[in-house]
Nanobody, 118 residues
Framework: QVELVESGGGLVQPGGSLRLSCVFS????????MDWYRQAPGNQRELVAR???????SYSDSVKGRFTISRDNAKNTVYLQMNSLKPEDTAVYFC????????????WGQGTQVTVSS
């Protein structure tokens, strides 16, 4: 079983910043690609950012240049630094663990609310 615990969400004004954290446990962290997804009310869950075990990253067009995903393999933690936040970034943000070997379990966090509003 994979357990993911997110933290760092909250209320921030437009143009502000937040850093989300996700602590991974239960399996070998390096065997997983780590993703951040988000889901706004009435919308489907969308992939925001991805990082491989080797540190290669990719982003959705809507956050490219504003968000940065990183991972600390010694701490089994993945981060999402969010800068220049916009009201349309308001959503519940979820951490996801996607195994390199598909017989390993997938993990989802419980989600953390990010609200961008003045």
């Amino acid at each position: 079983q994979v357990e993911l615990v997110e933290s760092g969400g909250g209320l921030v004004q437009p143009g502000g910043s937040l850093r989300l954290s996700c602590v991974f446990s239960g399996r070998i962290f390096s065997m997983y690609v780590m993703d951040w997804y988000r889901q706004a009310p009435g919308n489907q869950r969308e992939l925001v950012a991805r990082i491989t075990s080797g540190g290669s990253t990719s982003y959705s067009d809507s956050v490219k240049g504003r968000f940065t995903i990183s991972r600390d393999n010694a701490k089994n933690t993945v981060y999402l630094q969010m800068n220049s936040l916009k009201p349309e970034d308001t959503a519940v943000y979820f951490c996801n663990a996607d195994p390199l070997i598909k017989t390993l379990p997938v993990g989802w966090g419980q989600g953390t609310q990010v609200t961008v509003s003045s």
